[in-house]
């Protein structure tokens, strides 16, 4: 299966700023999806995003606050723009790999203060 | 949009014990049906997963069914083990489809007592 590599893997930012996550793939893939996990939580779908169009995006995210870049069939970026508090959480890239199914990069950290 | 449940939301077994997982879906559309494993810090694991035009798969301990009229599915450990206790996650996809993304249940926690 696919190798997924993210980073940062995980960092302390300041409420306002922004921080982009980058995600890596060893392969090309069609489709690459990002999700958020809130301490103790589930995984909620953020967006999904195609090479060379724009990302669709779930219910109660827009690309104002999460925009997305699809650059390449291997590469992913998201944003997680003018941070509160409420943003901290896991971050993930995922991948979908056909019969191997849906693989998940290791995550990005984020605590926002 | 799709949604998942699963139940329970804890679950504790004496180790050796079976335990089994229940969840359900809404959108009849979706074809493919994962479950992962995350253990405490680490990304979530596919154990196995199962599609739609299949009832049943079984991979050594685990096994899972799909009533496809009834939108059910669930996991079933057989001869757990303090390895076993972790966050299980179902989910739902229309793999292959224009529409095609996870949708993730709630989790089930895990504890296999030694």
């Known amino acids: 299966s696919a190798v997924i590599s993210q980073k940062p893997s995980r960092d302390i930012c300041q409420r306002g700023t922004s921080l982009t996550i980058q995600c890596q793939v060893d392969?090309?893939?069609?489709?690459m999806f990002w999700y958020r996990q809130q301490p103790g939580q589930s995984l909620t779908l953020i967006a999904t995003a195609n090479q060379g169009s724009e990302a669709t995006y779930e219910s109660g995210f827009v690309i104002d606050k999460f925009p997305i870049s699809r650059p390449n069939l291997t590469f992913s970026t998201l944003t997680v723009s003018n941070m509160s508090p409420e943003d901290s959480s896991i971050y993930l890239c995922?991948?979908?790999?056909?019969?191997?199914?849906?693989?998940f990069g290791s995550g990005t950290r984020l605590t926002v203060v | 949009g799709e949604n998942v449940e699963q139940h329970p939301s804890t679950l504790s077994v004496q180790e050796g014990d079976s335990a089994v997982i229940k969840c359900t879906y809404s959108?009849?559309?979706?074809?493919?049906f994962p479950w992962y494993k995350q253990e405490l810090g680490k990304r979530p694991q596919l154990i196995i997963d199962?599609?739609?035009?299949?009832g049943e798969k079984k991979d050594q301990r685990i096994a899972v069914t799909l009533n496809k009229t009834a939108k059910h599915f669930s996991l079933h450990i057989t001869e757990t083990q303090p390895e076993d206790s972790a966050v299980y996650f179902c989910a739902a996809s229309m793999s292959g489809t224009s529409y095609d993304k996870v949708i993730f249940g709630p989790g089930t926690s895990l504890s296999v007592i030694p």
């Open positions: 392969s090309q893939v069609t489709m």
């Open positions: 199962i599609r739609s035009n299949v």
């Open positions: 995922s991948v979908e790999e056909g019969v191997y199914g849906y693989t």
């Open positions: 959108d009849s559309a979706s074809n493919y």
